[in-house]
Each structure stands twice: as structure tokens, then as C-alpha cells.
């Protein structure tokens, strides 16, 4: 924790005091009071993470961390963990579902092996910040020592730095790694808490006693664990995932530029959640896409407090719902910037 | 209704057979099975409404009917019915939430005055196919002839023809008019069917005595046209509004040219709900882009088993959930058209 507190102490607070002046443009535009519903809210919160009454729209990007799992060999995912690296592949020559949606919304995509096992030789476009060729077996020991955590926070720390410096003004979260629903749903049972049954679902697809065994072995890495779970940084250690930490990084470091996030799904979500555990302050500087159909992602949402934008039944990663979202949210501050107020259009008001 | 019969008799329904290859080729793409949820449920309704298994993705375009209410001289809404002349213009001018929203979407905007009471002096760029200054209030008597009702709906026809033939692939419907959830509801509860209460809320922004006020005028216009309530049609036309039919009129001439429609939000409901009581078929044409705030919409997609695309807590109409949905619908079929497949890409099955 003491080496996080650097990044921790360059996140502010927002600040709260705008919320009147940002309201009072919102209420004046030519439509009754509140009619556009969340596209107002998702106008405001973007108004406050950047500390402004004038936001500016720019460039978007979302980053997708690669990382294996060292638990995949307990028998927790239906496909093997070679799709991790053919995924990767398969990114980088624009053919997965991250791709056409990226462009879709015209997002840039950054693809980060930050700790697939393979070494993705001749994968061109690809950044590599490998920490570590897959994570341990958490069902059996720590997932990641705290220094290779330490490290693949660095990475998305680092990658949040590049984007303010790039100019980018929406950033993305996404995820590829075969059986890191189960560090996700480790994280959320421990860091909520709750139990890991509450939290834990299928996945890419498995059935019923595929499921069952997936929760006994949630349960033991909790409990081969127990002893690092006192605080947040050493539970992303001990029971996350590489690329789950480089997510928590992304968050941390764009908080720090006060850069908005859109955290994509329920591995995301939990990488968040992490993050949120690490600053309190971090919380404000999201936007959570969407609801997963994963089983834990409602919990997750009840628990919290939050409401997710979207509700389309997705349960892909990659970033597939941080994209859809990032339109929904330009939509909020263009209609910020860009309606006629009541005034300027001569639109009488309410009686 | 046998004046409708050429244009009802148009509408095909749709051919299912293709079902079965729409959904093998969306099993074959780069993710487990399903997990893009919604995306790949619109992207097979598009392919069906289109009756193919290879869709074309052309230009979109939403048409916003605006008319006036005799029933808001009853005091049902919070605005002024100067306020639609007022909005109007301001679509006109670009300033109204829908120019924005259609514009960061890309969808064309086409402003009809079907039965503004104002004439609209100098509103250039208007679509004039005003069929009446506003209907009668429907509390003493029918809002509309049943001549009238049939002009509404041929323009909403023609207007779905010149949209086919101008090669639009994605038809979204948009509302304005003071006083227009009145009719609204009153069509809800008569066609649905169900209790005026359950399908009556605040509009723009009413208080609990108007709330009140407002049902107990509807109850009255639903009493007062018991005798013409007999059919979808002639309930239409007695309790319905120029823009709702002109609405329902685009929804019907859409689906004889099987070109998707997005349905906005509560009013464009109301007029979809005419339409599919007119004819069975219509419903499989329709994307119900979100649920409103507005109280009755839940209720009208729960008993009518339809689930909306999205849920933004909106209320504003125009056209505006319409737009926002446009976009998600085309996430999905670009997935089906652009992602790699298991063997193009080389990626393993589930095990």
C-alpha cells in the first residue's frame, strides 16, 4: 500500500461546488426540467471530473489488457487458455468484436500484453508490458507477488499518462484473459464483501457443475490466501490478475489527470472496485458502462450503489460495452454544449 | 378500417426460415456463444425485417411529426401549446435536444407539421402536411374525423415511402406536441387494455392535482367516445392525435417496405400500439428504442412482452431515445458483418 501512496495522493477530490452552475445550464436548455434523464447526470459528472462549467469533447481510447491465469488449470473456464494469445491475434488484426465496435464509435484501441503466457512473437501493433507470463495459481498461493502487482499498476498508470498526454478526453477500460471471471469474482467477494456464490457466474459458458466447481475453487484460493487479504492492494495481489491490476492502474493514474473512465464489464468492474478500495476519491471519476450478464455484475451494482448506462445482456470484455457507452456519454455533454436555451430560442416555460 | 386495407395488406411478415443461418453465423463469430446478448438479438431482427442474411447498413433518418391538442385547453400539461409552434422552430434552427442528438448519431431529421394549430409563417426547411390546426378536445367529442385520421396516416405513409426511396435503412419516429401524453395514455388504456391510471403520468412535469386532473379527463374523452372505441382505427382517430397517427401511419408504410423502424419513446409507443392492433404483423418491423420516465411506458412494454433497447430514464420525445437506439442497432449488425470467424481468425472452440 505505502508504494501506491504516490499515486493515491495525485488524485483529487471533485469539486462539488460546480454541481449548481452546471445544473442551473442543464435546467435553462429548451426541454422540461430533467426530461433527458441520464444523459443530463452523465453531462454533469463529466463537468465535475474535468472541473469545469464548458467541457470540451476530444479524442477517445480504449486500453484492452491481455494476461493469463494460472487458475485456468483448475478447470474454471469453457475454453482453453491458448485463446488468450489467439485473441490477442485476432485484436490486432481487427477481427474481434472490440474492433468493430472501437471503430463503430470511433474509439482508438490500445492492446496491451501485460501478461499473456505466450510470447505473441510478430504481433505487430501490439504493446508489450509483459510483467509476467501469466499469473500464478491462485488456488494454491498468491496470484502475483505485491512487486509484480506493483509493476502491472505502473503499466496502467503509465497508459493513463499517455492518453492526457495524447489529448484523449474519454478513456476505456477493457479486458482479455481466459478464467479471469474467477480472480474477478475473488476480488468482489473479498473487497465488497459478499459470498463468493453471490458473485460468481459462467463466464464464457460453463455449466452447472463446471459452476459449482468454479465457487469451491474461488473459495479456497480466499482461503489458501486469507492471511493477504487485509487490505485492497495486497487482495488485487493475491487473488486479481495481471491484467485486472493494470485496469485498477489505468483507473488510478486517470483519475490523477482528472481524465473520465469508462470501466467496460465485470472484470473491469472488479479492477475498479479495487481501485475504489484504494482512493476513495477514485469513485467519482467513473462511468460504469453497462450490466453485464454476468451473474456477479448486478451484485456488484446493488452493493455499490451504482447504475450502470447500459443493460444489453453482454458478457464479452474486450471493452464492448465501454465503447457503446462512450457514445452515450458524448451524447450528454453535446447536449450540454449544444442545445438552444430557452432564451436564445424564445421557447416560453412552464406555466 | 377498410380504407387502410391496401395499405395493411402490404405488410408481409416476416420469413423465420432465415432465423436458423442468422443465428449459425453469429455462433461462428469470435466469442462465446450469445455473449454479445442484445447486440446479436438486433442484428437478427435486422436481418429478418430485411429478409436477409447479408444486411447493408445506408443512411438514417428520423421524422418528427408535430401537432396541438384540443384536449390541453383542459389544463393537462405544464407547458403553454405555444410551446410547440415555439419547438418548431427551434428544430429548425438546430437548437432542440433532437438536432443534437440526431447529428452526433448521423441520422437525417425531417420536421413535419401535421396539425400544428399555428401556420408556421416562415419555417423554412418544415415538411408542410398539415392535415388540421390541432385535433378537438377529445374530452367533449372525437379529436379527429375518421377522414381526418386517414390523411395523418397517409402522410406518415408517404413519408415512409420517400424514406425507402431515398435508400434510408433505419426509419426512427419523433413527437412534438403541448398536451401529447394525454392522448397517449388514453390510447394505451383503451388499446392495451388497461386502467387509465396505470398508464397516465406527469408529461412535462405536472404536480399530483394535475396528475389527478389529467386522469380523470382522459376517463371522461374514453367515456364520452365509448361508441368509437369499437376498433384500433376509429379509437385512433377519436382519442389519438395528428402526430400519433402520422406516427402510426410512417410505422405502417415502413413495414410494407420492410424498412426497420425505431420507435421513440411513450407517444411513438402509443402510435405503434395502433399500428400493431391494425395489423398482427407490424410488430416484427419495430425496435423499441428505450423506456421513457413518463409512468405509463412501463407498463405498456410489460403487457405487451416487449423489452426496449434502452432505459435513460428519457421523457422528452422528438425522437430522441429513437436516435440514441439507432446507434446500438448498428453496433449489432456491424458485428454481424465485420468480425472474424472461429476459423478465419484460428481461434480454438470452447472445449
Known amino acids: 500500500m505505502e508504494r501506491l501512496k504516490p499515486i493515491l495522493d495525485a488524485i483529487p477530490p471533485v469539486d462539488r461546488r460546480l454541481e449548481t452552475e452546471i445544473r442551473a445550464h442543464l435546467d435553462n436548455l429548451t426541454k422540461p426540467v430533467g426530461s433527458l434523464g441520464t444523459l443530463e447526470d452523465l453531462a454533469a459528472s463529466y463537468c465535475l471530473i474535468t472541473g469545469t462549467v464548458t467541457p470540451k469533447l476530444g479524442k477517445k481510447r480504449i486500453v484492452t489488457f491481455a494476461g493469463d491465469h494460472g487458475v485456468a488449470a483448475e478447470g474454471v473456464s469453457a475454453y482453453p487458455s491458448e485463446v488468450t494469445p489467439q485473441m490477442v491475434y485476432n485484436m490486432i488484426s481487427g477481427g474481434a468484436a472490440i474492433n468493430v465496435l472501437a471503430k463503430h464509435i470511433g474509439v482508438d484501441l490500445q492492446v496491451v500484453d501485460i501478461g499473456v503466457a505466450d510470447p505473441l512473437e510478430g504481433a505487430s501493433g501490439l504493446i508489450r ?150 482512493s476513495e476519491p477514485v469513485r467519482d471519476y467513473l462511468f460504469f458502462s453497462h450490466c453485464s450478464a454476468e451473474a456477479g455484475h448486478r451484485i456488484f451494482y446493488e452493493r455499490l450503489g451504482l447504475r450502470p448506462i447500459l443493460d444489453l445482456d453482454m458478457r464479452l470484455g474486450e471493452g464492448t460495452g465501454a465503447a457503446l457507452a462512450m457514445n452515450v456519454i458524448e451524447a450528454g455533454v453535446k447536449i450540454y454544449n449544444e442545445m438552444a436555451t430557452f432564451d436564445s430560442a424564445g421557447v416560453s416555460g412552464k406555466e
Not at 136 to 159: F, H, K, T, W
Not at 167 to 183: F, Q, R, S
Not at 187 to 194: E, F, G, R
Not at 253 to 272: E, K, M, Q, T, Y
Request: with cysteine.
Open 129 to 278: 508490458r509483459k510483467v509476467k507470463s501469466g499469473t500464478d495459481n491462485m488456488s494454491s498461493g498468491p496470484a502475483m507477488s505485491e512487486e509484480e502487482a506493483i509493476q502491472a499498476i505502473r503499466v496502467g498508470v503509465d497508459l493513463a499518462n499517455a492518453a492526457a498526454e495524447d489529448g484523449i478526453t474519454l478513456l476505456g477500460t477493457g479486458d482479455m484473459g481466459i478464467g479471469n471471471t474467477t480472480p474477478s469474482s475473488a476480488l468482489c467477494a473479498s473487497l465488497i464483501p459478499c459470498s463468493v456464490a453471490e458473485v460468481t457466474g459462467r463466464g464464457t459458458g460453463i455449466d452447472d457443475d463446471r459452476l459449482e466447481h468454479k465457487i469451491t475453487v474461488i473459495e479456497r484460493s480466499l482461503e489458501v490466501n486469507s492471511h493477504l487479504l487485509s487490505d485492497p492492494f495486497s487482495t488485487l495481489a493475491a487473488v486479481g490478475g495481471l491484467e485486472i491490476a493494470g485496469i485498477c492502474g489505468l483507473i488510478l493514474g486517470a483519475a490523477g489527470r482528472r481524465l473520465p473512465v469508462v470501466v467496460d464489464g465485470f472484470i473491469s468492474s472488479a479492477a475498479a472496485l479495487a481501485a475504489m478500495r484504494l
